[in-house]
């Protein structure tokens, strides 16, 4: 069943190539009926223009008395003589009185003249009618179809208020959760809704209801999209997919009418699934951000999204997925039990999880055999889904590219670098820069070295991607729940090395550690003020998101103090402090091996990790 959305579904894949063929038909007919008349009202002008040489009824007596008509044509108002020497006049005539016997009552035998009658008479006739009936008939036509045309501009101002959902009528969406590779616990509460949506009376029978909706939350690239239309598949029901910002318009109730006949073609559907992606653009809570004009047309579109949900019936069969990456940011009247009943929070794919999904998108690519999906999956820790699926596609058309009929680790990793860093580019860089830029790389690389809790180096490259100069690449070994306050100080000393490289070795700072300074920065603010990692305690100094006595979520900035700012800003500078020392230190102690590291980048541009650590010889003799 697909309701009234039947109409809008292309028929055999013709529908709208159609609309543009009759669309070009009808101009062109208006073009040739214009055309036509323009044409036919000359005709008729033209048809009723006479000679202007004319001769009275007795002078053609005259001379058909004495022989000189050759012939005449009989009009229907006129006659047009023609004589023996060649010469035509015409002779006015009363139209209805027969020429024959006028002929015979002036004394002439009509016998002797040659007398013809004009054939032409009904192409006279049509050329009147097209000269007097026609034009008449066009104005109507004319004016029928502006009219027409003004009936359609209303009718489509009605369907602007018209939901625009995509519509997959059931069997048209082919993604099942084979398709979804690790989120076994998600997959395991959506298979309720499925098993809901298919079997309904084992559930009625007991008592229970079909859950209106599941919130689905986390990062972009997790599968929130991908998921839904899995339950849609599984389920093997109508799936009607939104995105939140769609909802919302130029004026004003526009999104409540949409909502009103979304889900009003989704009942007509049942069972089936309604999904608003980024369901935050129109379900924030209300009274956080702006107050204009958008504000109220927000909160009447959330507003109509409460109402409908709470007007299911208990046997509607109509389940509501929504997607997010801020939940924090939703209505709580949106969030309660009986709307959205079940919430689900996706987070980032661990190790097996990513190599599962590499597994899912490298089908249909050839790779030489020699690829380790456990290693690339241990060496993409913090990559997405959508992460991993755009870096198989960035290696296929890189192997492509260089001639190759399989995809090799080299793709895979300048892939990987292309993702998360951007294309490299090729700069003209002068010596001195190349030499600064080699020597702040690896003031990380070699910082990082002698950290005992940080990950190993995995790549030095002084090649510029993006907007980075060059970049040390040190991802994470292994997935980190927790984050220790030693591992924080050890990532701000890693990020502080290149600026301490610069100074040891040049004696001046540059600007090429300025991201490095606002991430050291970052992290450390974060740990005073959200992780209570200073001498100021366990403390939450950030600002908070409240419930007024409505309902209402608002934003709270923290009020602090004069005096604790003050001391908050202390702490931060001192973590910062003391993760340059640490830095400086950690190059002063190994001058040589920072010399090493940075003459090989200026002549080879990129390391790799076994050729780093064989430069600084072995990580258990030189290690503090």
Known sequence: KTGNWTKWLPKNGKSRSAKKRRSKWQHWLLATIVLFYLLSI???????????????????????????VKGAIIYDNYLKVQLNDGQTYLVNREPGISFVETLKDSGVDPAGVNIQFDNQNWNKIIGNLLGTVFPLILTIGIFYYFFKQAGRAQSSIFAFTKSRAKFFVKGRQDTTF????GLEETKKELREVVDFLRNPHKYRKLGARTPKGVLLVGPSGVGKTLLARAVAGEAKVPFLSMAGSEFMEMLVGV??????????????SAPSIIFIDEIDAIGRARGVGSFGGGQGERDQTLNQILVEMDGFEANARVVVIAATNRGDLLDPALLRPGRF????????PDLQEREAILKIHARGKPFIQQVSWRKLAQRTVGFSGADLENMLNEAAILSARRGKDKIGGGE????????KLGPAKKRAFSQKDKEITAYHESG??????????????????????????????????????????????????ALLGGRAAEELKFKQMTTGAASDIQEATKIARRMVIEYGMSRLGPLNLGPQIDMDQWGRGLVTPRELSPDMQAKVDKEVQQIINYGYRQAQNILRRHPKQL???????VKKETLERDEFEKLLKSKSKDRD
Do not use: C
């Open 42 to 68: 000359g005709m008729h002008y033209g048809q009723q223009q006479l000679p202007n040489h004319e001769e009275n009824f007795s002078q053609f007596i005259s001379q058909i008395k004495a022989g000189k």
């Open 255 to 268: 999104g409540a009418s949409r909502v009103r006949d979304l889900f009003k073609t989704a009942k007509k």
């Open 595 to 601: 010399d090493t590291i940075a003459q090989a980048l």
């Open 444 to 493: 990380h690389a070699l910082v990082t070295w002698h950290l005992p809790d940080m990950d190993p180096v995995q790549k030095i490259s002084i090649v510029s991607r993006g907007l980075a100069l060059g970049f040390t690449l040190i991802p994470p070994s292994r997935d980190r729940p927790h984050l220790t306050k030693k591992y924080l100080n050890e990532q701000i000393i």
């Open 412 to 419: 895979l990793e300048e892939a990987a670098l292309k993702v």
């Open 341 to 348: 009943d079940r919430r689900i929070v996706l987070t980032l």
């Open 178 to 181: 084979k398709d979804v590779a």
